[in-house]
């Protein structure tokens, strides 16, 4: 077995699931398990300041080799993985050579994974296919990144002839519920540039992410004895309905793609005193990032001219912002990433993501940092999978980055 | 202070509010303290028969005193008071001979008692008005009905010669939060008829009540990133506001009145996977019940014809029933009814109770049993009031109510 399916396996059998119902940092105490885990492989790696610290980031640097001025760079992947499905007993196994067939991933209980479910499967045709049992996620969001980077770290270690800057490893607890940036501290990852292994299938790159916001709509109604209401309540309930009936329905997830934005109602509940909606609301452009956010408010106003003042009420507040605004700053982040990988042979597919990422806190932090594939395609679920061929060609790009920043 | 003024004053001293975070009966233990009082003092008027349960029910019987046979009554009354507002260090007030004004309840709080927000005041112009200090409820949501139902049997120990039959007494704790009728055990009470004795305004009685149900509709969403969800994503909060908006908008609580029914959205919680809303579905006439309740049904099947096959779902209970198809059953007893109303010199007044009643739970139960008015006004808060005229008119027609079924047989 190859080295980096060996690793990829190794961790992958650590269950590192996040849950929203813990209140523990990290969620999972097997973060912990991993993160020394890795601890102990990068110092036998020979890098001597590798460590975790007490909510399970671990932080490792290699020095500079060059007597030059090469600015710092930091590249990042995650330790836990998705609580939509189950991570324990994850039992990986390789499709060597795929044919192309559907690939049955659980003979007893019937499981398989159909092309024509998924027909970009074919772009894997003739490569090593990682797959589950059909019982449990992959993992390989992001425990890809995680093997990947270890490797291009074992390559740098084994070989001193090749110039480069400072390095910097950080692997984060809780990303899939939204909490590895919350408690980093950045200090201890010191580069200029950054980059997260977190990223989908082959050759995918993101620049950009939404603007997020999220808005607490509340509403006061008037509750009475229904018998005796006549003329008096006001529920509610249907003055919430009437809010969401006023956001543009064609501006939902459901009816956009791309670069367009959108309301999201995320929920509501309430009865005939008191109701809230909450709307997520997402925009890659600034100014239509605060229209959208100026909508809500004036939809607010409007109803309360209708129903009297204070009836309803929004809160609005940035959840995370367009990394964009950064990274345009520095271009060359962009540039040496998207050279990596025609060095690489592969040809860059920029995309814009629409949700949040890491690199996006890690930007507004000061250090500009893009998401890189890490080879994977349908995480969070039971038929999450990756290649083989895909993890070694973003140990390349991890690579050919370093080189890229040495020669510049 | 007349006897009844006192009497009343007594029992809402006593702080006797229910507690919803209790899932016990009594829900606080203030009941079962005002519920002894009332054993005593119905042992001081000679009632030998009373007992007080291990919940807190005190059940009293008075043995007839004719020969013939006359059909038993039960009058019904509750010992606690709403937990929605302060009940405790109740300080009532009277306003003699109240003018037709406003009454600064506090003044420091500045809370004002007035006919421009409480119309039905002015009915009672003339007469003596308990109030509150502002700060809490009055209690005579419950201690009324008792206060007139034990002046009416302190009238029957001291007038002998009032011929009477049997008589039940029953006082419930936590009729706010129905533990009053879960608990009620009706072996204690085997009367033919029974009479709650509650709210409304003077000549006040109440036979029909609404038909009720609870529907409980689900929405099966279907959840996945919003940022890759385009033409895949159902929203339950969306498709629930597609459901509320095929209901008709001119039947909620709000702008019916009467013997108009209505839908009533009570609660909604949810989110993009799964969204549950409550109905409340409400209607005198059992025809346009069924029709209402199956049009709710009808709602989720049409929008399923678009939205796909189990994407909505529906349960419809029934909560309670009209008691009208049980007390029509017996045409003398609304009759006698409004005699006694009228043998205290009022107009009898048959109002449709837009909700339900312990009464309708009793009348299913097998004892038929409208409601008559205590009188008290603007119940669970701290507007409550009642008129000391309008407590005696009640007594009387208590009084009246026993003696009169004694002579109709």
């Known amino acids: 077995m190859k080295p980096i399916v060996e690793r990829f396996f190794r961790y992958v059998k650590i269950d590192t699931q996040s849950t929203w119902e813990s209140t523990d940092i990290p969620a999972s105490k097997n973060e912990f398990v991993l993160g020394q885990m ?3 492989e990068l110092k036998e790696l020979g890098i001597e300041n590798a460590w975790m610290d007490e909510k399970a980031y671990v932080f ?6 060059s007597d030059r001025d090469i600015p710092a760079v930091a590249f990042f992947a995650h330790l836990d993985t998705a609580p939509d499905e189950t991570g324990a007993g994850v039992n990986p196994r390789i499709v060597e050579n795929w044919d192309g067939e559907d690939i049955v991933l659980n003979q007893n209980k019937n499981i398989v994974m159909r092309v024509e479910d998924f027909p970009y499967l074919r772009d894997s045709i003739g490569k090593d296919i990682i797959v589950t049992d059909g019982t449990t996620l992959l993992g390989a969001d992001d425990k890809a990144g995680i093997a990947e980077i270890m490797e291009a770290a074992r390559h740098v270690m084994e070989h001193p002839e090749e110039e480069h800057g400072e390095i910097h490893i950080c692997f984060t607890p809780d990303e899939e519920i939204g909490n590895s940036t919350e408690y980093i501290d950045i200090k201890n990852v010191p580069a200029k540039y950054g980059y997260t292994m977190d990223g989908g299938e082959l050759g995918e790159i993101n620049f950009e992410n939404f603007n997020a916001a999220t808005a607490t709509v509340t509403v006061h109604g008037t509750a009475i004895h229904p018998g005796e209401s006549k003329g008096r309540m006001r529920n509610a309930v249907l003055m919430g309905v009437e809010f969401i009936n006023k956001l543009p329905w064609r501006e939902s997830p459901v009816n956009t793609e791309g670069y367009e934005g959108f309301y999201h109602v995320t929920d509501f509940k309430g009865s005939v005193d008191r109701a809230e909606i909450t709307i997520a609301v997402r925009d890659f452009e600034e100014v239509g990032y605060e229209v959208r956010k100026k909508r809500i408010y004036q939809t607010v106003d409007f109803m309360n001219d209708y129903y009297g003042p204070g009836t309803i009420e929004a809160k609005i507040e940035d959840y995370y912002l367009n990394m964009s605004r950064e990274v345009e700053k520095h271009p060359e982040v962009k540039e040496y990433a998207l050279e990596a990988m025609r060095r690489a042979k592969i040809e860059p597919i920029v995309i814009p993501i629409r949700g949040g990422t890491d690199g996006s806190s890690i930007s507004f932090m000061g250090m500009p940092c893009p998401n890189i594939f890490m080879g994977s395609a349908n995480s969070h679920s039971i038929y999450e999978y990756c290649t083989v061929q895909s993890m070694e060609k973003a140990t390349e790009v991890i690579l050919n980055i370093i080189k890229i920043f040495a020669e510049k | 202070m007349i006897p009844i003024v006192n009497r009343f004053f007594r029992y809402v001293s006593i702080d006797t509010q229910g507690n919803a975070q209790e899932n016990v009966c009594p ?5 079962r303290f005002l519920a002894e009082l009332l054993l005593d003092e119905l042992q001081e008027f000679g009632v030998e028969d009373v007992i007080i349960d291990e919940k807190s029910f005190l059940y009293a019987r008075i043995p007839s005193n004719v020969e013939r046979e006359v059909p038993s009554l039960a009058f019904i009354a509750h010992l606690d008071t709403s937990p929605e507002v302060p009940g405790g260090n109740v300080k009532p007030r009277i306003v003699e001979k109240y003018d037709g004004g406003s009454i600064l309840l506090n003044k420091r709080l500045g809370v004002i008692l007035s006919p421009e927000e409480f119309p039905a005041m002015l009915e009672h112009k003339g007469e003596d008005l308990i109030v509150t200090d502002g700060t809490t409820l009055l209690g005579a949501d419950g201690k009324a009905g008792i206060t007139e139902i034990m002046e009416a049997i302190k009238h029957l120990s001291e007038h002998p010669e009032i011929e009477h039959g049997e008589i039940y007494i029953v006082f419930t704790p936590d009729e706010e939060l129905g533990y009053s009728t879960d608990f009620i055990s009706m072996e204690r009470v085997p009367a033919r008829f029974g009479f709650t004795v509650e709210g409304g305004s003077v000549g006040e009685i109440n036979y029909e009540n609404f038909n009720a149900a609870t529907a409980t509709v689900r929405v099966n969403g279907s959840n996945i990133h919003p940022g890759a969800a ?24 709000e702008s019916t009145e009467n013997y108009e029914g209505y839908y009533h959205i009570s609660d909604i919680r949810g989110g993009i996977e799964k969204c549950i809303m409550t109905y409340n579905i409400r209607d005198f006439n059992s025809e346009n019940y069924s029709f209402r309740k199956e049009r709710i049904k009808k709602t989720a099947e049409f929008l399923n014809e678009y939205y796909g096959k189990g994407t909505f779902e529906v349960q419809v209970e029934d909560y309670y029933l009209n008691m009208k198809q049980k007390v029509d059953a017996y045409p003398e007893l609304m009759e006698n009814a409004e005699k006694a109303i009228r043998l205290a010199g009022i107009e009898p007044k048959c109002i449709p109770v837009r909700g339900g009643t312990d009464g309708v739970t009793i009348s299913f139960m097998g004892m038929p049993c409208p409601n008559i008015f205590s009188g008290e006004q603007n119940g669970q808060s701290v507007y409550e009031f009642i008129s ?3 407590m005696e008119k009640a007594t009387q027609v208590i009084v009246n109510l026993i003696r009169i079924f004694a002579e109709a047989s």
């Open chain 1, 60 to 65: 490792a640097s290699i020095p500079s080799n």
């Open chain 2, 388 to 390: 000391v005229q309008t």
């Open chain 2, 27 to 31: 829900s606080s233990e203030n009941q």
């Open chain 2, 230 to 253: 385009r033409n895949k994503m159902k929203n339950a909060v969306l498709l629930a506001q597609k459901f509320i908006s095929c209901i008709p908008e001119n039947e909620t609580p």
């Open chain 1, 38 to 40: 890795l601890v102990r």
